[in-house]
Each structure stands twice: as structure tokens, then as C-alpha cells.
């Protein structure tokens, strides 16, 4: 088959975000990339959990890699009893998806496909492994190909030569939506804010720019309602973790801020992803608090005295008045109308 991660930048490609190779699943460390290029080993299904925690990767990389950590818990139980293979698989399946709280509900899409591919081949006495492998390659392509038709509708907004500021790493649809601009020859120029404490931004949205060869700038987080006016931003994007059918919408910490700014100078926020159906309203939402510690560094180095205390929640809540649409793989829908989807 041809891979819908054709011409996309280093960081999207398959074998470079996670991939299920001889009893071991390899992922991209993005939590240092493109600093350094180094990849996290995964012996065990709950390893892969334990990445996903850490923020090895992040954004769409969680749902590659979980496809991946399942055909790694087949190989684990391999020489089993298929009594207890489905067992364990069934066990994994949860394991790796609750491995981050937020992302619950998209996580067991991935999981329990996987999951379903290992069933039918225990029960049809097929190989195991190479069923849930393969299911997690499909599930992954056919991700990409979703977020390939959300690209083309973004770039469609995307005035010639515009400016669009990004919030954090919208994965994906990132690269299709400068796939996209390249075939409208369309040079688009991206501004990002960095995206502290991890900067996702500074090193995984603008490297993922520069790879595919379009102006990129970066900014603080500190930045964005001033440089919309003096740089003259048409466009305000970002992927969510979680669209809510009220349409609130759950991304990266200062996606808010980002949006209220954009509201007021006038300058349309489009939201890249599919309603989530298992979140009706905002309230089912639970917001990842994570580890304080991790403001008070900057990368590896401690930016503050001894005794002052940090706060992390991951992500915002930004209110569907301050959203301009919803670009799915439908169409752009209003955040009030998400039941059209």
C-alpha cells in the first residue's frame, strides 16, 4: 500500500514516532527532539504505558504507540494458553489506554481495535502478533488519511502567503495541512509559541515546519496577542486532545489565552479533530494535572530558588464562542452544531 505519510517531515514519519519491531517497541523521544534524536526501547506493554505517561511522545504519537504496545503485549503472551493470552491482551488493552487520564476515551478506540484483531486471530488459530501489528499499521494509516482530508480543509482557510500561529504540536495535521499548501503553492508563514515546560512548540511544531522546507518563527508563550497585530496573523490553529459534543474544546495549557487574544483582534481560531462522542459535556472532561517540579526547569535546568512552588494542569478549556469552526473530516462545522457531524 502506499503509506499516507508519504513527504512528511522526519518526525511524522511512521518508524519515527513508534513502531513494533522483534519483541520491542521503539518510540521517538520527542520530549528532546530535534536536540537530540533518540529513541525510547520498550521491552513491555506496561513500558510503552509508562512512556506514554512521561511524555515520551505526545499529541497523535500516544495513539500510534498504543497500537504498538498491543502487538507488543502479543508478543509477551505469546506461548500462553489462548484462555489467558485473551486475558492478558483484555488487561494491556486498559493498561495502555488509562495510561494518560485526559485521553481516556480516544486511547481505548486504539487499544480495543488492536484488541479485536488479537481476538479474531486466537480464535481462528492465525499468528497473533502479526494480526495485531498489522491492525496497528491500518489503524495508523487510516488516522493519517482522516487527518490528510482535516489538512486540506484547514489549508483551504489559509489566505495566499498568510501568516498562521500554531499552538503547541498538532502532529498530523500539521504536516498534511503544509502537504496541502505545498500542492496549492501556497507559502504559507507558521509563527509558534514555544510551549513550555516541554516545548512542543519550539521543537517539535517548528522543527516539523522547517522539515518541510516553509518559513517558521517562534515565539515565547508570552507573545502571541502582540505579534498577531505586528505580524499581521490571519489564522490562529490548533489540534484538541478532546472536542466536546457542547463545544468546549481541551488542548494544550494557553490554547485559551491564544484564542481570547485572537477573539479580539479579530482573527478566526480553527480547531483541527472529530467531536468526541463519549464526552457530551465539558464536566465528563478530567484535566491532567502533572508534575509541578516540571515548571520550575527549563529543560533539564532549575530556573528558581529553593522552596517556590510550581502548578501544571496540562490543559485548558476554551468556550465555543471563541471557536470560528471545527474542521473535521467532513467539513468545518460550528462548535454549536457538532451534532451535524
Known amino acids: 500500500m502506499e503509506r499516507a505519510d508519504r513527504d512528511l517531515a522526519f518526525i511524522l514519519r511512521y518508524e519515527n514516532v513508534a513502531w513494533y519491531e522483534n519483541g520491542m517497541v521503539r518510540i521517538l523521544d520527542r520530549r528532546i527532539y530535534p536536540v537530540k534524536t533518540e529513541y525510547v526501547s520498550c521491552k513491555t506493554h506496561r513500558e510503552v504505558a509508562q512512556a506514554l505517561t512521561d511524555m515520551v511522545t505526545q499529541s497523535g504519537g500516544p495513539y500510534t504507540a498504543a ?40 486511547m481505548r478506540k486504539s487499544t480495543h481495535s488492536a484488541l479485536s484483531a488479537g481476538e479474531k486471530a486466537l480464535s481462528e488459530g492465525g499468528n497473533v502478533v502479526d494480526a495485531v501489528f498489522e491492525q496497528a499499521l491500518k489503524d495508523t494509516d ?19 502567503g498568510g501568516t498562521v500561529m500554531t499552538q503547541c504540536w498538532a502532529e498530523t495535521v500539521v504536516g498534511m495541512m503544509l502537504r496541502a499548501c505545498r500542492e496549492n503553492n501556497n507559502n504559507i508563514k507558521v509563527i509558534c509559541p514555544e510551549t513550555r515546560p516541554y516545548y512542543q512548540g519550539a521543537r517539535l511544531t517548528a522543527s516539523c ?38 463545544g468546549h474544546i481541551v488542548n494544550k495549557i494557553g490554547t485559551f489565552q491564544i484564542a481570547l487574544a485572537a477573539h479580539y483582534r479579530g482573527i478566526p481560531y480553527y480547531v483541527s479533530g472529530n467531536p468526541n462522542k463519549a464526552h457530551e459535556l465539558i464536566s465528563s472532561v478530567n484535566i491532567e494535572e502533572r508534575d509541578p517540579e516540571l515548571v520550575l526547569h527549563s529543560l533539564d535546568t532549575k530556573i528558581t ?27 468545518i462545522y460550528s462548535p454549536y452544531n457538532l451534532r451535524a457531524y
Open 142 to 160: 487510516k488516522r493519517y488519511q482522516t487527518y490528510e482530508i482535516i489538512g486540506r480543509f484547514l489549508a483551504a482557510k489559509f489566505p495566499p
Open 209 to 246: 515546519v522547517r522539515d518541510m522546507g516553509f518559513d517558521v518563527t517562534v515565539i515565547t508563550d508570552n507573545m502571541p496577542a502582540y505579534v498577531m497585530e505586528k505580524k499581521n496573523v490571519d489564522v490562529f490553529t490548533s489540534a484538541a486532545d478532546v472536542i466536546c459534543m457542547d
Open 67 to 106: 497500537g504498538m504496545g498491543m502487538a507488543l503485549a502479543a508478543y509477551e503472551c505469546r506461548d500462553m494458553k489462548a484462555e489467558e493470552q485473551l486475558k492478558f491482551l483484555r488487561q494491556a488493552s486498559e493498561t495502555i489506554a488509562t495510561a494518560r487520564p485526559t485521553t481516556v476515551a480516544k
Open 305 to 331: 530558588m529553593d522552596g517556590v512552588k510550581g502548578y501544571y494542569p496540562a490543559f485548558d478549556i476554551t468556550p465555543p464562542h471563541f471557536v470560528g469552526g471545527v474542521v473535521t473530516d467532513k467539513g
